[in-house]
């Protein structure tokens, strides 16, 4: 079966540094996603890796060993509006996102 | 502004109703997906189309019907047998299926409450 692993929850500390991990199997792969989603709200697009290696955005990174079936995303100087569950996501080879969980990530001043 | 709108934000029936949510995207988006979001699990498909008037089952269909008669909209019925419709639902779009770069984006959610 395809399964997506992520942490269920994190505390970081703003300003702070913090790693979101995620391991996949899937049926194929065709790109990793990372989505940012705050609470009762619409998740939105942070992220898409289809090569190994780290992709830079701001204070966002996010980075792929297929490989590992392994993906990572980084915060870097944390805010209080960076508290959200971050989503990640695996496009198979029917070109179908199959989605983890989700992390909840909770910053604390 | 481009986007897509899901209505209504908040939606309450009495058990054996028949509901529909809205979903409405002018971003000229090919394709359209509704997704069911419950705690503790990951998102999951429940109808996607590619094109108009054609659509697809997701992993979870049962109980839930959609149409795309136009290109911008793609209504979810959730029927009366569907066995626990209470839920945050989620309609999405995309640009081109079938691409590994196809991104999709999301409407703001509605939550169905069934009494």
């Known amino acids: 079966g395809q399964n997506i692993d992520q942490p269920t929850e994190m505390t970081a500390t703003e300003g702070a540094i913090v790693q979101i991990n995620c391991t996949y199997q899937t049926s194929g792969f065709n790109g990793l996603f990372w989505y940012q989603q705050h609470a009762g709200e619409a998740p939105t697009f942070l992220s898409y890796?289809?090569l190994d290696g780290l992709e830079e955005k701001g204070r966002f990174s996010s980075f792929l060993s297929r490989s590992k079936g392994y993906s990572y995303l980084l915060l870097k100087e944390l805010q209080m509006k960076d508290s959200a569950s971050y989503l990640c996501a695996v496009m198979d080879s029917n070109y179908q996102l199959i989605w983890g969980a989700g992390t909840k990530l909770i910053i604390k001043p | 502004d481009g986007g897509i709108t899901q209505s209504p934000k908040y939606l309450f029936r009495k058990e054996g109703q028949n509901v529909t949510l809205s979903c409405e995207q002018n971003l000229n988006h090919d394709a359209m997906y509704w997704y069911r979001q419950d705690p503790g699990q990951g998102l999951r498909l429940i109808y996607y189309?590619?094109?108009?008037?054609?659509?697809q089952k997701g992993d979870i269909a049962e109980g839930y019907s959609v149409s795309r008669e136009k290109k911008e909209s793609f209504p979810l019925t959730v029927t009366s047998a569907q066995k626990n419709p209470t839920a945050f639902y989620l309609c999405a779009s995309s640009m081109a299926p079938g691409q590994g770069t196809d991104t999709q984006y999301f409407g703001p959610g509605t939550r169905l409450t069934v009494l």
């Open positions: 890796n289809v």
């Open positions: 189309s590619q094109i108009v008037n054609d659509f």
